[in-house]
């Protein structure tokens, strides 16, 4: 061990370890290697200074730590409800932890009279500071002498609870650190960042970071060594994105629509029915410049429910069109493909453009003369579902492909599109109504670049969002009478969670027939909508509300995407506190289409969780979605948003998605000044960066081979 690095050494062969700890760690955490340890970063430090005392915890909802005795555990049941009950002392007063999980073990390791830091939520019952689920550490006197003559800052691992019971807890773990630590020289750590940057950010060395994440002398060093770990972190990951970007763009080649001619311009001076948005015309510029460059775009266009991507959409197939191109509109449900063909062979009527439409209902002789003229090249524009997506769909010359609503299409589908064009793939662009966080979408992403339509077209009225309990029901039924009265429609939305979709159902069942009682035919009219009912019942159904006929629209999530009934101005939404942020904002959307003052009422719980209260007082703040998507991240974090599922978030160690979107942009920043600078990363200097991206390089060509 002498002579190597101390990192390369195996974990069984470090003090404090041995075989049995080192097969432990290797099984519960898969470290093999000392390294492993030195690059596992604690979860989270105890900061001695910082211990609240019991009778100061105030805040509802803050995490806090304090330091006691556990002096009292007990097994609380009700019928099949059970919960472990434990009283918990310091010196100012006393708290109460909860635990309802887990149950049988713990009775087994908690030790009464044991000395223990906590962490955890505050929550108040009954005035009572109560902590569910606590995170608890046991102090042995001697550790917590020892603890608090030296360390002040100690690191918290994260750690199994096989590793506690076998004697592999936090303090042994911190110890095995610490004499790792001190074997370490700074020439063990190399540095991954070029030495300029680390001297123009002013940031630790790479040796002194991982000294202060580990083992900080102070809050202060710690935060900037976590600040130095998460640039890190972020620059790297932008890095690999930006640079396979790079290289994807040198190879794939694409069509260069090089004319802006005579239907791009004619529709846009005679037919475009409003003046675009200033947003609109940025984002068709932005489109404009990609799609001359001869390089294939991929390109996702974002903006909120109603801020107009659908023109844009027409005026991007215009320009393929100008340029000899045929183009397709895909979406994911026939209703939207209908109202997409409806919409624009409407604005077309006038112009000599063709638009077709195709979906899995198109059969026989009409399916046979749509793929005739689609394939002759007579068929200029092509409106569908996933059924253009299928073989026997063959252009005579495809150049431009849009999907709308992109969560429910994935990548396989997209892989379909670019076979349907030769040479060379088709331009992609993917337009989505999901918000998606900038920070986010910047990680997401790396393949598409981004367009965003940030501004509504003018004259919209803000929706008026509300959110009500039970007690509130005559109310709410009042007001939707009068707004009946009044011609307006109104959808009644229930939840429908996979888990307990039986019960959903009831629930819709039970709301419609009450719904029947103050609402009677033959007056009133309610059609209902659910995910259980066959095409064509929920066709017709949905067909008597579109068409007026219906004022009150019973459904589940099904109507969620892109329905438009610019008469429906107001949106009821049963358990909203069952409700994620995107889904509330997305469901609203479908109101405040029209003209009329639109109305989101949030029927309520009367026992709202902290989490479900934050997500209705900002769907009651704000109709901006980019905001509300902020929120949502905060909340779930990045992994539960919607949109995101398929894309897969990439796993960061310490830099955080939510928190550190400015970190994040900078990182961004400083990747593409240096791109720009040195794009093949040749400069001496960039040598580790060059390193860093050969993984890259060589999946880029198997790429460049297959396409
Ligand atoms: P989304 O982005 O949700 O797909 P749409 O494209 O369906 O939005 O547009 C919503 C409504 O706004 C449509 O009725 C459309 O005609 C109208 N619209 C779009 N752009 C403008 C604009 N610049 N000025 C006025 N109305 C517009
Ligand atoms: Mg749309």
Not at 317 to 327: I, T
Not at 386 to 413: N, S
Not at 474 to 503: N, T
Not at 550 to 575: L, Y
């Amino acid at each position: 061990m002498q002579f190597g690095n101390p990192l390369d050494a195996d974990i069984e062969y470090l003090k404090g370890v041995g075989p049995v700890r080192a097969e432990l760690l290797k099984s519960e955490l898969g470290f093999y290697k000392a390294r492993d340890l030195v690059y596992d970063f604690p979860a989270r430090h105890v900061d001695r200074s910082s211990f609240t005392k019991i009778s100061q915890v105030t805040e509802e909802g803050s995490y806090i730590q304090i330091i006691g005795q556990l002096i009292h555990v007990e097994l609380l049941s009700s019928g099949k409800a059970r919960r472990l009950r434990g009283v918990f002392k310091d010196e100012s007063g006393s708290a109460e932890f909860v635990w309802f999980k887990n149950i049988r073990t713990l009775q087994q390791f908690l030790q009464i009279n044991g000395t223990y830091i906590a962490y955890g939520r505050a929550t108040f019952f009954n005035h009572k500071l109560n902590i569910a689920h606590p995170e608890l550490e046991l102090l042995s006197e001697e550790a917590l002498s020892a603890a608090e003559q030296s360390v002040r800052i100690f690191p918290v691992y994260r750690s199994t609870e096989k590793l506690n019971q076998r004697g592999l807890d936090g303090k042994v773990r911190r110890r095995i650190m610490a004499q790792l630590m001190e074997k370490l020289q700074p020439i063990h750590i190399p540095e991954p960042l070029p030495e300029y940057l680390v001297e123009r950010m002013k940031f630790y060395s790479a040796y002194e970071t991982i000294r202060q994440i580990h083992f900080p002398d102070n809050q202060e060093k710690l935060l900037k060594a976590e600040k130095r770990l998460k640039f890190e972190e972020f620059f790297f990951h932008q890095l690999r994105i930006l640079h396979s970007q790079q290289i994807r763009k040198q190879i794939i080649k694409g069509y260069s629509f090089k004319s802006i001619g005579e239907h791009f311009n004619g529709f846009y001076k005679d037919y475009l029915p409003f003046d675009l948005t200033g947003a609109q015309k940025r984002v068709l510029k932005e489109i404009r410049k990609d799609l001359g460059l001869g390089i294939q775009m991929n390109r996702l266009l974002q903006g909120d429910v109603g801020s107009g991507k659908t023109i844009v959409a027409l005026l991007c197939m215009l320009m393929a069109l100008d340029n000899g191109f045929q183009s397709c509109l895909v979406a994911p449900t026939e209703i939207l493909a209908t109202q997409h063909y409806i919409g624009i062979s409407e604005l077309l009527k006038d112009t000599p453009v063709t638009v077709g439409f195709l979906s899995g209902s198109i059969k026989g002789k009409a399916r046979a003369a749509i793929l005739a003229s689609l394939a002759s090249g007579e068929l200029h524009i092509l409106i569908g579902t996933h059924a253009v997506l299928e073989d026997p769909v063959v252009f005579h010359k495809l150049g431009l492909a849009i999907t709308d609503e992109q969560h429910r299409f994935g990548v396989a589908q997209r892989a379909r599109l670019w076979k349907k064009s030769q040479p060379y793939p088709p331009h992609i662009l993917v337009m989505t109504a999901t918000p998606i966080p900038r920070t986010l979408a910047m990680t997401l992403y790396g393949d598409l670049d981004i367009s965003v339509i940030d501004e509504l077209p003018p004259g919209r009225q803000a929706i008026q969002t509300t959110y009500k309990s039970e007690i509130y029901r005559g109310e709410v039924i009042e007001f939707m009478k009068k707004q009946i009265a009044e011609g307006r429609q109104i959808y009644v939305v229930y939840p429908l969670i996979e888990e307990s979709e039986k019960l959903d159902l009831e629930n819709l069942q039970h709301g419609f027939e009450k719904l029947q009682v103050h609402f009677p035919a033959p007056d009133f009219q309610i059609s209902v909508v659910h995910g259980r009912m066959k095409a064509a019942d929920k066709d017709w159904e949905m067909k008597r509300f579109v068409e007026g006929t219906a004022q009150i629209m019973v459904a589940t999530t099904v109507i969620e995407v892109g329905v438009n009934v610019p008469n429906a101005s107001v949106m009821v939404i049963e358990n909203s506190e069952r409700f994620g942020l995107s889904q509330l904002h997305q469901l609203r959307g479908r109101v405040g289409r029209g003209a009329s003052q639109s109305y989101c009422i949030l029927m309520t719980n009367f026992k709202l969780t902290e989490d479900a209260r934050l997500r209705l007082d900002t769907m009651r703040r704000t109709n901006n979605g980019f905001e509300i998507a902020e929120v949502d991240l905060e909340i779930r974090g990045p992994g539960a948003l919607e949109g995101t599922q398929q894309s897969g978030i990439p796993e960061f160690k310490i830099a955080n998605l939510a928190r550190d979107g400015r970190i994040l942009q900078y990182a961004r920043e400083v990747v593409l000044s240096i791109l720009d600078k040195d794009p093949e990363l040749n400069l001496p200097e960039h040598r580790p960066l060059k390193i860093a991206v050969t993984k890259d390089l060589k999946e880029a060509e198997k790429w460049s081979n297959i396409s």
